[in-house]
């Protein structure tokens, strides 16, 4: 909850040691009483005056909005509940490095017998802040290099620089993010960026140049972002044994794209969830305010978990998308969906699933994926109430399937194509849960259903990710 710091009601006892001298040897003079302060735990109170000391370049302005729900508290433990609250929303703001909150009886001439101070001591952050740290992917790391000015202009603004280095991609860009003062949800930012990236398994390097800007806002219990993004797409042959269809695909391309996500989460951890529902939806527009690239897409994703008996959890997802081309001029391989490995459908290779020219995999327009998991205590329960509890038993089965669309077959046509030769497989694992960051997974799998051109993983595979089926 943080510190709170209040003025003590109560008198300090006054008993000290023996000294050897009789009550009957003194002549006591009883001192005037003082009146009792009231305990003001159950009794009305107002806030008078709310103060935050320790301010220098932040605009007092934004804090009104976040502070100002303590003047409606009506008790002392309501003052102390909505102080925290407070304090919470400007930790919230991302510009200081501590916030203490101090309650005292009011003062002054003004000052009202049930009336009370409050005052809120932060601490800002450096005008300039640095970061390194680590970053796990979908079965990929990263190295990240972070420079960052927080409140900028006073008013929770911040503007970051960050360059990266993984496994399979190098990325550096400069963003500036502008909350909404009194609403921190709605928030608007603006990205510069450059992304290298290697993907095997099409033997492709793609090298992405762009600009972007989000508008994010709630609506009820769901959150929403708007964003437009304009980047110039570069595509080459990651080897030379690369497929013809790959080395057709290669070259400079144009897109410029309206999108939208919709997020409703009520899950206790995105990571490992014992309980609550996720749903994503998410619908993007290409080639009406310009660039050659020309399609709609659409994906979604739900996920339920129930808690069981003995600390198991029940969990079942569901993915799905399709991508439509608008015009006569094919969807790229850079904008189709890829299916398979330790993240997706497990006891597969990394998007080894669907349409392949010469071992390299090209992607599909649509498909679906489903999973149901059962996540229980380590055997035995060693560690309980420790680093024990980071581990879970995992026993999953997964189905999916990924394919091309022939647009003049009708929607009935792709939907049987996307129920035939359905991939599918079973086993059971160990997940470790790397706070609320990441997770590790090692599971023995089992693969069925496999079909001419996919490359499988029999046995033991090993999965580090941030989004799973």
Same mark, same amino acid.
């Given at each position: 909850?943080?510190?709170?710091?209040? &003025?003590?009601?109560?008198?300090l006892?006054?008993?000290?040691?023996?000294?050897?001298?009789?009550?009957?040897?003194?002549?006591?003079?009883?001192?005037? @009483? $003082?009146?009792?302060?009231?305990? /003001?735990?159950?009794?009305?109170?107002?806030?008078?005056h709310?103060?935050?000391?320790?301010?220098?370049?932040?605009?007092?302005?934004?804090?009104?909005?976040?502070?100002? !729900?303590?003047?409606?508290?009506?008790?002392?433990?309501?003052?102390?509940?909505?102080? %925290?609250?407070?304090?919470? &929303?400007? /930790?919230?703001?991302g510009?200081?490095?501590?916030?203490?909150?101090?309650? !005292?009886?009011a003062?002054?001439?003004?000052?009202?017998?049930?009336? /009370? !101070?409050v005052?809120?001591?932060?601490?800002?952050?450096?005008?300039?802040?640095?970061?390194?740290?680590?970053?796990?992917?979908n079965?990929?790391?990263?190295?990240?290099?972070?420079?960052k000015?927080?409140?900028?202009?006073?008013?929770?603004?911040?503007?970051t620089?960050?360059?990266?280095?993984?496994t399979?991609?190098?990325?550096?860009?400069?963003?500036?993010?502008?909350?909404?003062?009194? %609403?921190?949800?709605?928030?608007?930012?603006?990205?510069?960026?450059k992304?290298?990236?290697?993907?095997?398994?099409?033997?492709?390097r793609?090298?992405?140049?762009?600009?972007?800007?989000?508008?994010?806002?709630?609506i009820?219990?769901?959150?929403?972002t708007?964003?437009?993004?304009?980047?110039?797409?570069?595509?080459?042959?990651?080897? &030379?044994?690369?497929?013809?269809?790959?080395?057709?695909?290669?070259?400079h391309?144009?897109?410029?794209?309206?999108?939208?996500?919709?997020?409703?989460?009520?899950?206790?951890?995105?990571?490992?969830p014992k309980?609550?529902?996720?749903?994503?939806?998410?619908?993007?527009?290409?080639?009406?305010t310009?660039?050659?690239?020309?399609?709609?897409?659409?994906?979604?994703?739900?996920?339920?978990?129930?808690?069981?008996?003995?600390?198991?959890?029940?969990?079942?997802?569901?993915?799905g998308?399709?991508l439509?081309?608008?015009? $006569?001029?094919p969807?790229?391989i850079?904008?189709?969906?890829?299916l398979?490995?330790?993240?997706?459908?497990?006891?597969?290779?990394?998007?080894?699933?669907g349409?392949?020219?010469?071992?390299?995999?090209?992607?599909?327009?649509?498909?679906w994926?489903?999973?149901?998991?059962?996540?229980?205590?380590?055997?035995?329960?060693?560690?309980?109430?420790?680093?024990?509890?980071?581990?879970?038993?995992?026993?999953?089965?997964?189905?999916?399937?990924?394919?091309?669309?022939?647009?003049?077959?009708?929607?009935?046509?792709?939907?049987?194509? /996307?129920?035939?030769?359905?991939?599918?497989?079973y086993?059971?694992?160990?997940?470790?849960?790397?706070?609320?960051?990441?997770?590790?997974?090692?599971?023995?799998?089992?693969?069925?259903?496999?079909?001419?051109? !996919?490359?499988i993983?029999d046995?033991?595979?090993?999965?580090?990710?941030? @989004?799973?089926l």
């Open positions: 909850m943080g510190t709170v710091h209040a &003025r003590s009601l109560d008198p006892p006054m008993q000290g040691p023996e000294l050897g001298v009789q009550a009957d040897d003194l002549d006591l003079v009883e001192p005037e @009483r $003082e009146p009792q302060q009231e305990v /003001l735990e159950n009794k009305d109170v107002v806030v008078q709310v103060h935050v000391d320790g301010l220098g370049r932040t605009k007092e302005d934004i804090l009104t909005y976040e502070i100002a !729900d303590v003047f409606r508290a009506k008790n002392l433990i309501d003052v102390m509940k909505k102080s %925290h609250d407070a304090r919470q &929303r400007l /930790l919230r703001l510009i200081f490095r501590q916030v203490e909150v101090v309650i !005292d009886t003062e002054g001439v003004d000052a009202l017998p049930n009336g /009370l !101070d005052t809120f001591e932060v601490k800002e952050l450096r005008r300039m802040t640095g970061s390194y740290n680590t970053m796990v992917g079965n990929e790391g990263s190295m990240v290099l972070g420079l000015l927080p409140n900028i202009f006073g008013r929770a603004e911040k503007l620089f960050q360059f990266s280095y993984g399979k991609e190098t990325s550096y860009g400069l963003s500036f993010f502008k909350p909404q003062p009194g %609403h921190f949800e709605r928030n608007f930012s603006i990205n510069i960026y992304v290298t990236g290697q993907f095997p398994w099409s033997s492709l793609e090298t992405d140049r762009g600009i972007s800007t989000e508008f994010s806002f709630p009820w219990r769901t959150n929403h708007l964003k437009w993004e304009g980047v110039w797409r570069e595509l080459g042959c990651l080897a &030379r044994t690369a497929s013809f269809a790959v080395r057709e695909e290669s070259g391309s144009l897109k410029s794209s309206l999108s939208h996500a919709m997020v409703i989460d009520t899950r206790n951890s995105p990571i490992l309980k609550g529902a996720l749903l994503k939806i998410n619908q993007e527009l290409a080639g009406y310009g660039g050659d690239a020309s399609f709609l897409k659409e994906d979604f994703e739900i996920q339920l978990n129930k808690r069981l008996f003995w600390d198991s959890v029940l969990s079942a997802s569901l993915w998308g399709m439509l081309a608008i015009g $006569e001029k969807t790229s850079c904008d189709r969906f890829y398979g490995g330790p993240t997706s459908v497990r006891g597969f290779s990394m998007y080894s699933i349409p392949q020219s010469e071992g390299d995999y090209l992607g599909g327009e649509a498909y994926a489903g999973g149901l998991h059962l996540y229980t205590p380590l055997p035995f329960r060693p560690g309980r109430g420790g680093f024990g509890d980071l581990f879970r038993t995992h026993f999953f089965l997964n189905a999916g399937n990924l394919c091309n669309l022939n647009y003049g077959e009708g929607p009935r046509a792709h939907l049987s194509k /996307l129920a035939e030769c359905i991939r599918w497989s086993g059971a694992g160990i997940v470790l849960r790397l706070g609320n960051i990441a997770r590790l997974e090692l599971n023995y799998c089992i693969p069925m259903g496999v079909q001419s051109g !996919d490359r993983c046995g033991v595979q090993f999965g580090a990710g941030i @989004r799973f």
